[in-house]
């Protein structure tokens, strides 16, 4: 790590009524806190004159605490702080990451209950972060939330892009409308397991993009969540403030703290620039350094997966149809019928390996492996996985010395079926079996309800869950993948083995009834915020019947969208989702996905508009090469492209995996067109994108 210029400041106060402004490095976002005449603390934030964020209380409520941590507050302590350093991520968009602020933090002291907080701000000139800080004391000890009071006032009816605050699924495809119209659409936003009962009927999730009228970006999230509940937001329509709503557990408390604690930092993004949002590494910048000595074993993967074809209903995962009567690892198969379509099984997996090897992939995942799946999808009361026994034409160690031979990684999966406590009780075996069999990374996966029951999975007690099953691969050298888990909030700078999460409306969502074509124009903004995303890109067939006749679903994408998503949607963990026979038809297109690199040394982003499209260039890391992807909404649109981010005096060939004339996401999905040109520095490109479509483009020097 290379620090650069550190500067410090303490002001000693004892004030009732109070106010400060602080501005951030650049002087473009101002902040203003103060005491009211009641001891209540306020913020509000301007950007370049402008009140973005009206004056909005701050506070928590506590369970059994009349008083609480709300008022009756006086500044005891002012410490302001500059701080300027340049970090090098273990893998990432860029290979060095700027972390400059400007900070204050006011120790508030509650003189009736002879207790203090801290409220700490840190302003860069992408935005502001702040949380709340509970110091060691004899007063404040533990402590239980009943609910932050934190509020977030808009001064305007925004466009906002959101979706449903659940509890339990970030799965949603995203609605965009005014903050005024949010309360009359929420019915149409919910699908899935969503429940209004789980929260007020404005409630939305963070990360959440907004527009101004007058082109001002807003972006609301937080960042370093752990030992504490997620954060979703309740609109306050008559004052369109927003309130912060916490994830509460099984008795509706919102969590348990024990003095010295955190929460986590609330963070909000400013600009009149979409780009600069995307750009930003505030997120990341907010969490702790690496805690990892070595990470020498930490690699970023480009995968293909056993995975698709279950998806669709072509395959499944489960090895027959009946219903074992006794105990996992005890089940005689001998007396069940193999039902003809389980696809993990050793030959076919072998066929899987063999495509992966000879184009260059480094794993391949492979789901249904394990004995359990006949249960769960028949809803045993008494299912668990136990994550070591396999299905019977799944041979272990005959798998991993073929994929051995080919060069090629196993990838682990992991299903809990949402039972954390059995998860936690077998994780070290399930851990020293993939050391024992060379798997280096696992996808694990959290689907259903939370077991035990009345737990949520965003609440304290699963969020420690998952850091504790990251912080327990780590011990393994395991990388993982962690799916239907708490979206990210940057935890990977400080945890760099958690290399991926899925925590959103993944491509798996094409099948179930479809997602509108410009929801990849959204998540770079929304769920991209908080760190990568496994969203599992490149499909080539659309028409999911000719998968599963019984499946009329449709994916609405075309083939060139599927390969920009390879930039667009940045991940470190980035799969080929499907089949080798659909990628044996259209190879030319296919050779972009195998060129394509998933570490990078900068990345730029060209042009953005949330909802509508987004052109990302990015250079591999340690090589000179450069790719670029750009993603469409619903509008065809004509694209220029400046290349002055290539290096002055030399010569490239640009290869254009582009939409053709007569491509559209629903009528023509595989129609596409390949050009080259040589191209500099001083270059521009021209190229149009279809409905649903985009275009990729790798630029080799030569």
Request: hydrophobic letters at 35%; aromatic letters at 12%; charged letters at 25%.
């Amino acid at each position: 790590m290379k620090k650069r210029l550190i500067v410090l400041g303490v002001i000693m106060s004892s004030i009732l009524s109070y106010g400060q402004t602080l501005k951030s490095p650049n002087s473009e976002h101002e902040l203003n806190f103060k005491l009211n005449e009641v001891g209540t603390p306020f913020y509000s934030l301007h950007y370049k004159g402008k009140e973005v964020i009206k004056e909005s209380q701050l506070g928590l409520e506590l369970v059994d605490d009349e008083t609480s941590l709300m008022n009756g507050f006086e500044v005891k302590e002012v410490s302001e702080t500059s701080f300027n350093e340049v970090w090098e991520p273990v893998w990432g968009e860029q290979s060095e990451i700027i972390n400059h602020y400007n900070e204050v933090a006011f120790t508030l002291e509650q003189p009736e209950m002879n207790r203090h907080i801290i409220i700490r701000f840190r302003l860069f000139d992408e935005g502001l972060g702040f949380r709340y800080e509970f110091p060691q004391q004899e007063n404040l000890v533990y402590f239980v939330i009943k609910e932050e009071h934190t509020e977030f006032g808009m001064t305007g009816d925004h466009t906002a892009y959101w979706i449903p605050g659940d509890y339990d699924s970030q799965e949603y495809d995203y609605t965009t409308s005014k903050l005024s119209e949010i309360s009359g659409l929420f019915d149409d936003a919910l699908t899935g397991n969503a429940s209004q009962e789980q929260f007020a009927k404005t409630g939305v999730q963070t990360s959440l993009m907004m527009k101004s009228e007058d082109g001002i970006y807003i972006n609301l999230h937080e960042a370093a969540l752990k030992e504490y509940s997620l954060m979703n937001l309740n609109l306050d329509e008559s004052s369109l403030t927003f309130k912060s709503w916490l994830t509460p557990d099984a008795v509706g408390n919102k969590g348990y703290l024990q003095a010295p604690a955190v929460s986590p930092w609330r963070t909000v993004m400013v600009s009149d620039d979409a780009t600069d949002i995307l750009a930003s590494n505030m997120t990341l910048n907010l969490n702790e350094p690496n805690t990892l000595e070595d990470t020498s074993w930490i690699k970023p993967i480009k995968y293909m997966g056993v995975w698709w074809e279950m998806i669709t209903g072509k395959s499944t995962w489960n090895y027959t149809d009946d219903l074992p009567s006794v105990k996992l690892g005890e089940t005689d198969y001998s007396k069940t019928t193999p039902n003809g379509k389980h696809a993990a099984n050793t030959e076919h997996v072998k066929k899987y390996i063999d495509f992966a090897s000879k184009h260059g992939f480094d794993a391949l995942l492979v789901e249904g492996w394990n004995e359990g799946w006949e249960d769960w999808f028949g809803n045993s009361k008494d299912f668990v996985f136990d994550f070591v026994t396999p299905y019977p034409d799944f041979d272990v160690e005959e798998i991993h010395d073929y994929a051995r031979s080919k060069n090629i990684e196993m990838m682990m999966h992991h299903e809990t079926s949402g039972a954390i406590r059995n998860y936690e009780r077998h994780l070290d075996t399930a851990y020293q079996f993939m050391n024992k069999c060379g798997y280096t990374s696992v996808k694990s996966g959290y689907v259903g309800d939370i077991i035990p029951r009345g737990e949520r999975h965003y609440g304290q007690w699963a969020i420690n869950h998952y850091l504790y099953a990251v912080k327990k691969a780590a011990d393994y050298k395991i990388m993982v993948n962690a799916h239907e888990a708490v979206r990210p909030t940057g935890l990977r700078r400080t945890y760099p083995n958690l290399i991926g999460n899925e925590s959103a409306r993944g491509t798996e969502f094409q099948v179930f009834g479809g997602s509108k074509p410009n929801h990849v124009t959204i998540l770079p903004f929304t769920r991209l915020i908080g760190g990568p995303m496994d969203y599992t890109p490149g499909i080539f067939e659309m028409d999911i019947s000719k998968l599963n006749p019984d499946n009329n679903s449709h994916v609405n994408s075309t083939i060139a969208n599927q390969l920009a998503l390879y930039v667009t949607m940045y991940s470190p963990l980035q799969m080929a989702a499907d089949l080798p026979e659909h990628y044996e038809q259209f190879m030319d297109a296919f050779q972009f996905i195998k060129d394509v690199a998933i570490d990078w040394d900068e990345s730029h982003y060209l042009e953005a508009e949330p909802g509508e499209y987004l052109t990302v260039a990015r250079k591999a890391k340690d090589e000179s090469s450069w790719f670029i992807g750009n993603v469409n909404g619903t509008t065809p649109r004509k694209t220029q492209v400046e290349l002055d981010f290539l290096e002055k005096g030399k010569t490239y060939e640009a290869t254009i995996y582009a939409d053709a004339k007569d491509a559209h996401y629903k009528t023509n999905p595989q129609a596409y067109e390949i050009s080259t040109k040589k191209v500099t520095s001083r270059s521009t490109l021209k190229l149009k994108s279809a409905s649903g479509g985009g275009f990729a483009i790798s630029i080799i020097e030569k």
